[in-house]
T-cell receptor, first 113, second 111 residues
Framework: EPEVTQTPSHQVTQMGQEVILRCVPI?????FYWYRQILGQKVEFLVS????????KSEIFDDQFSVERPDGSNFTLKIRSTKLEDSAMYFC???????????FGPGTRLTVL | SQQGEEDPQALSIQEGENATMNCSYK?????LQWYRQNSGRGLVHLIL???NEREKHSGRLRVTLDTSKKSSSLLITASRAADTASYFC???????????WGAGTKLIIKP
């Protein structure tokens, strides 16, 4: 059964460094998402992406964040200058259409030191 | 807003018993989805129920939705030790496509 995959599983970085989190969505899905979960807190929406552009973003998704689908298969989340409070589990999700199930990858644990 | 609040926060039952978790939400929704998360791991989709549906089944899972009360319940029948996990409800509002998550119910099944 097709699955969303994410790499790396764990990323440790120094404050101020740039990180790129990678996702390979399920091949025929059209809607892509990033969410994050700070340890012990709720899962929070960051951004949705459809037809090669951002369709929605939350207040968390400020100028330090960007998303890209560079080659039609990978979907990436870039954080330009990481802060301590960016430490969280980041989940990539996708869906066949806007109001269908969202399926998630196993997550990338980002630790900012 | 505190969309998607689950209760109880934690539930501990014996293997073989049924587990019921509840979720309440505030805004009008297109659908509501339940997910499972094993400790520190990924989010596994369990079931989606649309706003025009009242009940849905999948294996040992039964989900109900009451849009007049803005609430949903997830019933796991004949629980197993492997069902031990956190369970989250997440709603998709009418107005956009993002999932809005609750804080989850931590379910422990004692063998």
């Amino acid at each position: 059964e097709p699955e969303v995959t994410q790499t790396p599983s764990h990323q440790v970085t120094q404050m101020g460094q740039e990180v790129i989190l990678r996702c390979v969505p399920i091949s025929n899905h059209l809607y892509f998402y990033w969410y994050r979960q700070i340890l012990g807190q709720k899962v929070e929406f960051l951004v949705s992406f459809y037809n090669n552009e951002i369709s929605e973003k939350s207040e968390i998704f400020d100028d330090q964040f960007s998303v890209e689908r560079p080659d039609g298969s990978n979907f990436t989340l870039k954080i330009r200058s990481t802060k301590l409070e960016d430490s969280a589990m980041y989940f990539c999700g996708d869906g066949l259409s806007s109001y269908n199930e969202q399926f998630f990858g196993p997550g990338t644990r980002l630790t900012v030191l | 807003s505190q969309q998607g609040e689950e209760d109880p926060q934690a539930l501990s039952i014996q293997e073989g018993e049924n587990a019921t978790m509840n979720c309440s939400y505030k805004t009008s929704i297109n659908n509501l989805q339940w997910y499972r998360q094993n400790s520190g791991r990924g989010l596994v989709h369990l079931i989606l129920i649309r706003s025009n549906e009242r009940e849905k089944h999948s294996g040992r899972l039964r989900v109900t939705l009451d849009t007049s009360k803005k609430s949903s319940s997830l019933l796991i029948t004949a629980s197993r030790a492997a069902d031990t996990a956190s369970y989250f409800c997440a709603t998709v509002p009418d107005s956009n496509y993002q999932l809005i998550w609750g804080a989850g119910t931590k379910l422990i099944i004692k063998p």
